[in-house]
Protein backbone atom coordinates (compact mmCIF):
# COMPACT_ATOMS: atom_id res chain seq x y z
CA UNK A 1 0.00 0.00 0.00
CA UNK A 2 2.63 1.95 1.15
CA UNK A 3 4.34 1.88 -2.30
CA UNK A 4 1.22 2.47 -4.41
CA UNK A 5 1.06 5.38 -6.61
CA UNK A 6 -1.18 8.12 -5.78
CA UNK A 7 -4.66 7.81 -7.33
CA UNK A 8 -4.73 10.38 -10.22
CA UNK A 9 -7.05 13.46 -10.33
CA UNK A 10 -8.10 14.66 -13.46
CA UNK A 11 -8.10 18.49 -14.30
CA UNK A 12 -12.04 18.03 -15.52
CA UNK A 13 -13.72 14.52 -16.07
CA UNK A 14 -17.39 13.86 -17.13
CA UNK A 15 -20.10 12.54 -13.85
CA UNK A 16 -22.42 9.63 -15.30
CA UNK A 17 -24.56 7.73 -13.13
CA UNK A 18 -27.16 5.55 -13.60
CA UNK A 19 -29.62 7.39 -15.35
CA UNK A 20 -27.54 8.19 -17.66
CA UNK A 21 -26.98 4.72 -18.64
CA UNK A 22 -30.47 3.77 -18.42
CA UNK A 23 -31.24 6.43 -20.75
CA UNK A 24 -28.50 5.52 -23.56
CA UNK A 25 -29.75 1.73 -22.90
CA UNK A 26 -33.01 2.78 -23.74
CA UNK A 27 -32.47 4.45 -26.97
CA UNK A 28 -30.14 1.59 -28.03
CA UNK A 29 -33.66 -0.73 -27.84
CA UNK A 30 -35.73 1.72 -29.84
CA UNK A 31 -36.06 2.04 -33.68
CA UNK A 32 -33.93 5.20 -33.98
CA UNK A 33 -30.45 5.15 -33.12
CA UNK A 34 -29.81 8.78 -34.99
CA UNK A 35 -32.18 11.68 -35.63
CA UNK A 36 -34.92 10.47 -34.07
CA UNK A 37 -37.23 11.69 -30.98
CA UNK A 38 -34.23 12.16 -28.76
CA UNK A 39 -32.80 14.95 -30.89
CA UNK A 40 -35.75 16.79 -30.59
CA UNK A 41 -36.12 16.61 -26.74
CA UNK A 42 -32.29 17.51 -26.28
CA UNK A 43 -32.80 20.61 -28.43
CA UNK A 44 -35.79 21.80 -26.29
CA UNK A 45 -34.25 20.99 -23.33
CA UNK A 46 -30.78 22.41 -23.94
CA UNK A 47 -33.00 25.69 -25.78
CA UNK A 48 -34.46 26.32 -21.85
CA UNK A 49 -31.04 26.32 -20.81
CA UNK A 50 -30.05 28.67 -23.88
CA UNK A 51 -33.06 31.06 -23.70
CA UNK A 52 -32.62 30.46 -27.61
CA UNK A 53 -33.39 27.82 -30.20
CA UNK A 54 -30.60 25.12 -30.63
CA UNK A 55 -29.03 22.68 -33.22
CA UNK A 56 -27.05 20.19 -31.98
CA UNK A 57 -24.36 18.95 -33.71
CA UNK A 58 -21.37 16.18 -33.18
CA UNK A 59 -19.03 18.12 -31.50
CA UNK A 60 -17.91 22.10 -30.69
CA UNK A 61 -15.65 22.00 -33.11
CA UNK A 62 -18.46 21.33 -35.61
CA UNK A 63 -20.60 23.62 -33.97
CA UNK A 64 -17.95 26.53 -34.33
CA UNK A 65 -17.86 25.62 -38.06
CA UNK A 66 -21.65 25.40 -38.47
CA UNK A 67 -21.87 28.39 -36.80
CA UNK A 68 -19.00 30.58 -39.02
CA UNK A 69 -21.14 28.67 -42.22
CA UNK A 70 -24.51 29.99 -40.65
CA UNK A 71 -23.20 33.46 -40.67
CA UNK A 72 -21.97 33.24 -44.02
CA UNK A 73 -18.12 33.45 -43.33
CA UNK A 74 -16.21 32.52 -46.75
CA UNK A 75 -13.37 33.48 -48.38
CA UNK A 76 -11.68 36.88 -47.28
CA UNK A 77 -14.30 37.45 -44.58
CA UNK A 78 -12.62 38.94 -41.67
CA UNK A 79 -13.03 37.62 -38.01
CA UNK A 80 -11.94 38.81 -34.93
CA UNK A 81 -10.76 36.63 -32.09
CA UNK A 82 -8.92 36.00 -28.90
CA UNK A 83 -5.94 33.92 -29.33
CA UNK A 84 -6.78 32.40 -25.70
CA UNK A 85 -8.83 29.87 -26.76
CA UNK A 86 -8.39 26.27 -28.19
CA UNK A 87 -7.19 26.23 -31.80
CA UNK A 88 -10.75 25.25 -32.94
CA UNK A 89 -12.17 28.87 -32.60
CA UNK A 90 -9.78 30.29 -35.06
CA UNK A 91 -9.28 27.43 -37.55
CA UNK A 92 -12.67 26.55 -38.28
CA UNK A 93 -13.24 30.30 -39.71
CA UNK A 94 -9.59 29.85 -41.46
CA UNK A 95 -10.78 26.62 -42.74
CA UNK A 96 -13.46 28.46 -44.61
CA UNK A 97 -11.31 31.25 -45.89
CA UNK A 98 -11.46 33.84 -43.26
CA UNK A 99 -8.75 35.85 -42.12
CA UNK A 100 -8.33 35.99 -38.42
CA UNK A 101 -7.39 38.93 -36.62
CA UNK A 102 -6.30 38.20 -33.20
CA UNK A 103 -7.40 40.88 -30.49
CA UNK A 104 -5.79 40.99 -27.02
CA UNK A 105 -7.51 39.71 -24.02
CA UNK A 106 -8.34 41.58 -20.29
CA UNK A 107 -5.38 40.60 -18.24
CA UNK A 108 -7.38 39.55 -15.55
CA UNK A 109 -10.32 37.01 -17.14
CA UNK A 110 -8.54 36.33 -19.84
CA UNK A 111 -11.70 37.31 -22.07
CA UNK A 112 -11.65 39.16 -25.38
CA UNK A 113 -10.76 42.81 -24.52
CA UNK A 114 -13.42 45.03 -25.99
CA UNK A 115 -10.87 47.84 -26.22
CA UNK A 116 -8.52 45.95 -27.78
CA UNK A 117 -11.73 44.99 -30.72
CA UNK A 118 -12.56 48.17 -31.08
CA UNK A 119 -8.62 49.27 -32.35
CA UNK A 120 -8.99 46.17 -35.06
CA UNK A 121 -12.56 45.94 -35.84
CA UNK A 122 -13.22 47.16 -39.60
CA UNK A 123 -15.69 47.19 -42.58
CA UNK A 124 -14.11 44.21 -43.45
CA UNK A 125 -15.07 42.83 -39.91
CA UNK A 126 -17.39 39.58 -40.56
CA UNK A 127 -17.89 38.67 -37.08
CA UNK A 128 -16.37 39.07 -33.73
CA UNK A 129 -15.82 35.92 -31.52
CA UNK A 130 -15.52 36.25 -28.05
CA UNK A 131 -14.81 32.97 -25.87
CA UNK A 132 -16.15 31.96 -22.37
CA UNK A 133 -12.94 31.83 -20.87
CA UNK A 134 -13.22 29.58 -18.04
CA UNK A 135 -16.86 29.82 -17.97
CA UNK A 136 -16.73 33.68 -16.76
CA UNK A 137 -18.71 35.52 -19.71
CA UNK A 138 -17.35 37.58 -22.13
CA UNK A 139 -18.86 41.37 -22.25
CA UNK A 140 -21.24 40.45 -24.34
CA UNK A 141 -23.49 43.67 -24.75
CA UNK A 142 -20.49 45.68 -26.03
CA UNK A 143 -18.97 42.88 -28.03
CA UNK A 144 -22.56 42.78 -29.76
CA UNK A 145 -23.00 46.48 -30.11
CA UNK A 146 -19.67 47.00 -31.62
CA UNK A 147 -20.50 43.66 -33.95
CA UNK A 148 -23.60 45.26 -34.79
CA UNK A 149 -22.30 49.08 -35.96
CA UNK A 150 -19.82 47.05 -38.03
CA UNK A 151 -22.88 45.08 -39.97
CA UNK A 152 -21.28 42.09 -38.48
CA UNK A 153 -22.01 39.02 -36.21
CA UNK A 154 -21.38 38.72 -32.43
CA UNK A 155 -20.74 34.55 -32.02
CA UNK A 156 -20.29 33.44 -28.78
CA UNK A 157 -17.75 30.05 -28.28
CA UNK A 158 -19.56 29.17 -24.91
CA UNK A 159 -17.62 25.68 -24.94
CA UNK A 160 -16.65 26.33 -21.24
CA UNK A 161 -20.03 28.54 -20.12
CA UNK A 162 -23.28 26.59 -20.97
CA UNK A 163 -24.91 27.06 -17.68
CA UNK A 164 -23.63 30.54 -17.14
CA UNK A 165 -25.28 33.63 -17.16
CA UNK A 166 -24.69 37.69 -17.68
CA UNK A 167 -26.73 40.30 -16.52
CA UNK A 168 -29.11 37.62 -15.77
CA UNK A 169 -29.43 36.57 -19.11
CA UNK A 170 -28.44 32.82 -19.85
CA UNK A 171 -25.70 32.15 -22.26
CA UNK A 172 -26.91 31.12 -25.55
CA UNK A 173 -29.12 34.08 -25.57
CA UNK A 174 -26.66 37.04 -25.51
CA UNK A 175 -25.02 36.57 -29.05
CA UNK A 176 -26.28 36.10 -32.19
CA UNK A 177 -24.45 32.82 -32.50
CA UNK A 178 -23.92 31.05 -29.61
CA UNK A 179 -21.53 27.10 -29.41
CA UNK A 180 -21.39 24.92 -26.94
CA UNK A 181 -19.34 21.62 -26.87
CA UNK A 182 -20.09 18.09 -24.46
CA UNK A 183 -17.01 16.42 -24.75
CA UNK A 184 -16.51 14.68 -21.69
CA UNK A 185 -14.07 17.53 -19.38
CA UNK A 186 -16.91 20.12 -20.48
CA UNK A 187 -20.01 21.22 -17.79
CA UNK A 188 -21.86 18.10 -18.82
CA UNK A 189 -21.29 15.79 -21.81
CA UNK A 190 -22.80 13.27 -24.35
CA UNK A 191 -19.10 11.90 -25.18
CA UNK A 192 -18.70 14.07 -28.28
CA UNK A 193 -20.98 16.62 -29.03
CA UNK A 194 -22.02 20.33 -29.36
CA UNK A 195 -24.67 22.68 -30.39
CA UNK A 196 -25.54 25.88 -32.11
CA UNK A 197 -27.89 28.52 -29.82
CA UNK A 198 -29.28 31.55 -31.72
CA UNK A 199 -32.10 33.91 -30.81
CA UNK A 200 -32.43 34.65 -34.81
CA UNK A 201 -34.48 32.61 -36.60
CA UNK A 202 -32.76 32.57 -39.83
CA UNK A 203 -29.56 32.15 -38.51
CA UNK A 204 -30.80 28.88 -36.83
CA UNK A 205 -32.43 27.34 -39.79
CA UNK A 206 -29.18 27.85 -41.79
CA UNK A 207 -27.40 25.86 -38.63
CA UNK A 208 -30.16 23.20 -39.25
CA UNK A 209 -29.11 23.38 -42.79
CA UNK A 210 -25.52 23.24 -42.81
CA UNK A 211 -25.84 20.37 -40.32
CA UNK A 212 -27.45 17.73 -42.61
CA UNK A 213 -25.83 18.75 -46.07
CA UNK A 214 -28.00 21.81 -46.92
CA UNK A 215 -30.50 19.41 -47.48
CA UNK A 216 -34.04 20.77 -48.49
CA UNK A 217 -36.97 18.60 -48.04
CA UNK A 218 -40.12 21.45 -47.74
CA UNK A 219 -41.56 21.05 -51.45
CA UNK A 220 -42.65 24.71 -51.33
CA UNK A 221 -38.74 25.85 -51.24
CA UNK A 222 -37.92 23.54 -53.60
CA UNK A 223 -36.67 24.51 -57.07
CA UNK A 224 -38.54 21.34 -58.85
CA UNK A 225 -41.05 20.35 -56.44
CA UNK A 226 -42.91 17.86 -58.79
CA UNK A 227 -40.10 15.83 -59.32
CA UNK A 228 -41.75 12.63 -56.76
CA UNK A 229 -41.94 11.74 -53.23
CA UNK A 230 -38.17 10.77 -53.30
CA UNK A 231 -37.41 14.48 -54.17
CA UNK A 232 -35.10 16.55 -52.20
CA UNK A 233 -32.29 19.33 -53.04
CA UNK A 234 -29.41 21.02 -52.09
CA UNK A 235 -28.88 24.93 -52.38
CA UNK A 236 -26.08 25.47 -50.52
CA UNK A 237 -23.25 22.88 -49.93
CA UNK A 238 -23.32 21.85 -46.02
CA UNK A 239 -22.11 18.40 -44.06
CA UNK A 240 -23.18 15.87 -41.84
CA UNK A 241 -22.66 16.90 -38.57
CA UNK A 242 -25.80 15.17 -36.82
CA UNK A 243 -25.65 14.39 -33.11
CA UNK A 244 -27.10 10.50 -32.87
CA UNK A 245 -30.13 10.07 -30.78
CA UNK A 246 -27.95 7.52 -28.73
CA UNK A 247 -26.28 10.68 -27.39
CA UNK A 248 -29.13 13.19 -27.48
CA UNK A 249 -30.43 10.36 -24.80
CA UNK A 250 -27.46 10.84 -22.83
CA UNK A 251 -27.60 14.80 -23.37
CA UNK A 252 -31.35 14.76 -22.03
CA UNK A 253 -30.32 13.00 -19.01
CA UNK A 254 -27.05 15.25 -18.01
CA UNK A 255 -29.35 18.31 -18.52
CA UNK A 256 -31.56 17.07 -15.75
CA UNK A 257 -28.29 17.59 -13.53
CA UNK A 258 -26.55 21.16 -14.74
CA UNK A 259 -27.88 22.93 -11.61
CA UNK A 260 -26.44 20.55 -9.79
CA UNK A 261 -23.19 20.58 -11.17
CA UNK A 262 -22.87 24.22 -11.55
CA UNK A 263 -23.30 24.71 -7.62
CA UNK A 264 -20.52 21.75 -7.10
CA UNK A 265 -18.51 23.95 -9.12
CA UNK A 266 -18.86 26.53 -7.38
CA UNK A 267 -18.69 25.31 -3.90
CA UNK A 268 -15.04 24.14 -5.32
CA UNK A 269 -14.29 27.28 -6.91
CA UNK A 270 -15.39 29.17 -3.23
CA UNK A 271 -13.05 26.69 -1.45
CA UNK A 272 -9.96 27.05 -3.93
CA UNK A 273 -10.43 30.87 -3.96
CA UNK A 274 -10.63 31.41 -0.13
CA UNK A 275 -7.76 28.69 0.50
CA UNK A 276 -5.22 30.85 -2.19
CA UNK A 277 -5.97 34.07 -1.04
CA UNK A 278 -3.34 34.02 0.96
CA UNK A 279 -0.64 33.37 -1.13
CA UNK A 280 1.10 35.91 -2.67
CA UNK A 281 3.13 34.33 -5.53
CA UNK A 282 -0.56 33.39 -7.01
CA UNK A 283 -3.72 35.04 -8.39
CA UNK A 284 -7.19 33.45 -8.08
CA UNK A 285 -9.85 33.74 -10.99
CA UNK A 286 -12.08 37.47 -10.72
CA UNK A 287 -15.36 37.13 -11.37
CA UNK A 288 -17.18 40.39 -12.80
CA UNK A 289 -19.95 42.00 -11.48
CA UNK A 290 -23.17 40.72 -13.67
CA UNK A 291 -21.18 37.19 -14.20
CA UNK A 292 -22.69 34.20 -12.69
CA UNK A 293 -20.05 31.91 -14.32
CA UNK A 294 -20.56 27.69 -14.27
CA UNK A 295 -17.09 27.21 -13.93
CA UNK A 296 -15.77 25.13 -16.57
CA UNK A 297 -11.60 25.52 -15.15
CA UNK A 298 -9.96 26.35 -11.86
CA UNK A 299 -7.09 28.83 -14.04
CA UNK A 300 -4.59 29.74 -10.78
CA UNK A 301 -1.86 31.97 -12.05
CA UNK A 302 1.54 31.53 -11.06
CA UNK A 303 3.14 34.95 -10.56
CA UNK A 304 6.76 33.94 -9.53
CA UNK A 305 7.44 32.43 -12.33
CA UNK A 306 7.36 29.06 -11.22
CA UNK A 307 4.21 27.56 -13.18
CA UNK A 308 6.06 24.81 -15.25
CA UNK A 309 7.39 23.51 -11.52
CA UNK A 310 4.28 23.52 -10.03
CA UNK A 311 2.64 21.87 -13.08
CA UNK A 312 5.59 19.04 -13.00
CA UNK A 313 5.28 18.89 -9.10
CA UNK A 314 1.58 18.63 -9.34
CA UNK A 315 1.81 15.54 -12.00
CA UNK A 316 4.34 13.65 -9.92
CA UNK A 317 1.16 13.40 -7.32
CA UNK A 318 -1.07 12.24 -9.56
CA UNK A 319 -2.26 15.92 -9.63
CA UNK A 320 -3.52 16.08 -13.43
CA UNK A 321 -3.23 19.83 -13.67
CA UNK A 322 -3.25 21.35 -17.05
CA UNK A 323 -2.39 24.20 -19.37
CA UNK A 324 -5.23 26.55 -21.24
CA UNK A 325 -3.90 27.33 -23.47
CA UNK A 326 -1.17 27.81 -25.93
CA UNK A 327 -1.93 31.42 -27.67
CA UNK A 328 -3.72 30.61 -30.56
CA UNK A 329 -0.90 32.70 -32.88
CA UNK A 330 1.81 30.81 -31.21
CA UNK A 331 0.87 27.71 -33.17
CA UNK A 332 3.31 27.01 -36.43
CA UNK A 333 -0.02 26.84 -38.64
CA UNK A 334 -0.57 30.46 -37.84
CA UNK A 335 2.96 31.24 -36.80
CA UNK A 336 3.68 30.49 -40.39
CA UNK A 337 1.24 33.02 -41.54
CA UNK A 338 3.27 35.72 -39.90
CA UNK A 339 1.50 36.08 -36.49
CA UNK A 340 4.03 37.02 -34.58
CA UNK A 341 4.67 36.49 -30.81
CA UNK A 342 4.29 39.53 -29.09
CA UNK A 343 1.38 40.75 -30.47
CA UNK A 344 -1.18 39.84 -27.78
CA UNK A 345 0.89 40.49 -24.72
CA UNK A 346 -1.65 40.03 -22.05
CA UNK A 347 -2.61 36.30 -23.88
CA UNK A 348 0.87 35.59 -23.93
CA UNK A 349 1.66 36.59 -20.14
CA UNK A 350 -1.64 35.02 -19.22
CA UNK A 351 -0.56 31.61 -20.88
CA UNK A 352 3.07 31.48 -18.89
CA UNK A 353 1.28 32.03 -15.42
CA UNK A 354 -1.78 29.45 -16.04
CA UNK A 355 -2.36 26.02 -14.70
CA UNK A 356 -5.80 24.43 -14.40
CA UNK A 357 -6.23 22.79 -11.41
CA UNK A 358 -8.72 20.08 -10.83
CA UNK A 359 -12.79 20.71 -11.06
CA UNK A 360 -15.18 18.60 -11.72
CA UNK A 361 -18.57 17.96 -10.17
CA UNK A 362 -17.56 14.45 -9.02
CA UNK A 363 -14.34 15.31 -6.94
CA UNK A 364 -15.16 14.89 -2.76
CA UNK A 365 -13.98 17.41 -0.62
CA UNK A 366 -11.17 15.41 0.95
CA UNK A 367 -9.77 15.49 -3.38
CA UNK A 368 -10.26 19.17 -2.78
CA UNK A 369 -8.68 19.39 0.39
CA UNK A 370 -5.74 17.43 -1.40
CA UNK A 371 -5.31 19.83 -4.18
CA UNK A 372 -5.28 22.86 -1.62
CA UNK A 373 -2.42 21.05 0.30
CA UNK A 374 -0.09 20.56 -2.44
CA UNK A 375 -0.28 23.50 -4.04
CA UNK A 376 0.41 24.94 -0.47
CA UNK A 377 3.14 23.30 0.22
CA UNK A 378 4.62 24.00 -2.79
CA UNK A 379 4.70 27.30 -2.14
CA UNK A 380 5.77 27.02 1.39
CA UNK A 381 8.44 24.26 1.26
CA UNK A 382 9.99 24.92 -1.73
C1 LIG B 1 -13.55 22.19 -26.16
C2 LIG B 1 -13.50 23.48 -26.90
C3 LIG B 1 -13.81 23.58 -28.26
C4 LIG B 1 -14.04 22.38 -29.13
O1 LIG B 1 -15.01 21.52 -28.68
P1 LIG B 1 -14.97 19.95 -29.08
O2 LIG B 1 -16.28 19.46 -28.60
O3 LIG B 1 -13.81 19.36 -28.36
O4 LIG B 1 -14.81 19.88 -30.55
C5 LIG B 1 -13.86 24.83 -28.84
N1 LIG B 1 -13.59 25.94 -28.13
C6 LIG B 1 -13.25 25.88 -26.83
C7 LIG B 1 -13.00 27.15 -26.09
C8 LIG B 1 -13.18 24.66 -26.17
O5 LIG B 1 -12.82 24.60 -24.89
Same mark, same amino acid.
Given at each position: ?7 ? @? *??? %? ?22 ? *? ?23 T $??LH??Y????I????QVVTSPMTFVATAATASLL?ADIVFA ?8 L ?5 ? $? ?7 A?T?I ?23 V?D?? #? ?5 ? %????? +?????? !? !? ?8 ? !? ?10 ? *? ?11 ? +? @? ?27 ? /? ?19 ? %? ?29 ? #? ?8 ? %???? @? ?14 Y?PVHWH /?AY??L?Y????C ?6 ? !??? @? ?27
Open positions: MSNASPEQ @L *PYG %RQSIDEDDIQAVVEVLRSDWLTTG *PAVERFEAELGGWAGAPTVVVTSG $AATAAAAGGKGSGDVEADTANDVGAVE $AVVSKRTAIGDYAGHPVEADALRELAHAHDALFEAA #HSVGSTW %RGRPV +GSLADL !T !TFSFYPTKNF !TTAEGGAVASPN *PLLIERARQFRNH +G @LVRDQSLQRTPDEGGWHQEVHELGLNYRL /PDVLCALGVAQLRKLDRFKQR %RKQIVAAYNSAFASIPEVATPPCREGADPMW #HLYPLRVLDG %RRRQ @LYDASRAEGILVQVHV /PADGRRGMPHAEEFY !TQQ @LSLPLFPGMSDDDVDRVIAAVRDFFQTS
